[in-house]
């Protein structure tokens, strides 16, 4: 049976090289190159490609989609530390079961409406962002938006919390930062064995024998 020959055809982004095999499942496979990268070569169905379910070798996909008929721009950082703090944000003003719902939704932190999109909230902060820096409410009574919203370090986030507090023990008084430098125990550690958790301050001082699982950087 004569093959099919499309060599030069294009479709879409593809540009049919020269054929390459009969695959597992009987289908014929060609060596395609894509318009983004014309040095890089691409196996495709031969179906896929003609009947136009595949248009390019995969950064069509990449840059956009449809949703309800409008072309949109996909970020491609639903994997990455951005990301995850916008959806932190989104579950503590949102999620009754949140365990600091209480401290964010449950007293009206709410988040500005055009970051619903990922991209909207990428475009407000990044231009400050680093990776060893935490997103901080410049005003702790108002909720998360681009004026009301900056990267910090994890001491001056700590330093700016609403339960940020004082704290007098053995004839001392410093805040939760301030008591964390000096007795060496991470911050969010003591900060969620008094505020979260309510434990006494004695109790709260008392070293962990392991300590490494409290250390994971506050997002």
Same mark, same amino acid.
């Given at each position: ?61 990449? &840059?956009?989609?449809?949703? +309800?008929?409008?072309?949109?721009? =996909?970020?491609?950082?639903? !994997?990455?530390?951005?990301? $995850? *703090? ?67 370090? &994890?001491?001056?986030?700590? +330093?700016?919390?609403?339960?940020? =507090?004082?704290?007098?023990? !053995?004839?001392?008084?410093? $805040? *939760? ?43």
């Amino acid at each position: 049976m004569k093959r099919r020959d499309i060599t030069g055809q294009i479709f879409g982004r593809l540009t049919a090289i020269k054929f390459a095999k009969i695959d597992d499942k009987k289908k014929t496979v060609w060596f395609f190159k894509c318009s983004c990268n014309p040095k890089k070569i691409v196996e495709k169905s031969l179906n896929n490609v003609i009947q136009g379910v595949t248009k390019s070798c995969g950064c069509l996909g990449i &840059e956009q989609y449809r949703i +309800n008929g409008h072309l949109r721009l =996909r970020h491609g950082m639903s !994997r990455s530390r951005p990301y $995850n *703090i916008l959806m932190a944000i989104k579950k503590r003003c949102t999620n009754k079961k949140h365990p600091y719902y209480k401290n964010y939704g449950g007293r009206g932190i709410s988040f500005d409406p055009r970051w619903k999109k990922f991209e909207n909230f990428w475009e407000d902060m990044k231009e400050t962002y680093k990776d060893n820096l935490e997103i901080d409410r410049i005003d702790n009574n108002m909720g998360y938006s681009k004026n009301n919203c900056r990267w910090t370090t &994890e001491k001056e986030n700590c +330093n700016n919390r609403r339960s940020h =507090r004082f704290i007098t023990y !053995r004839g001392e008084t410093h $805040n *939760i930062t301030q008591w964390a430098e000096k007795i060496g125990m991470p911050i969010k550690l003591i900060y969620d064995r008094i505020v979260r958790f309510h434990w006494p301050v004695e109790k709260a001082f008392n070293k962990p024998k392991h300590t490494r699982i409290w250390t994971k950087k506050r997002i």
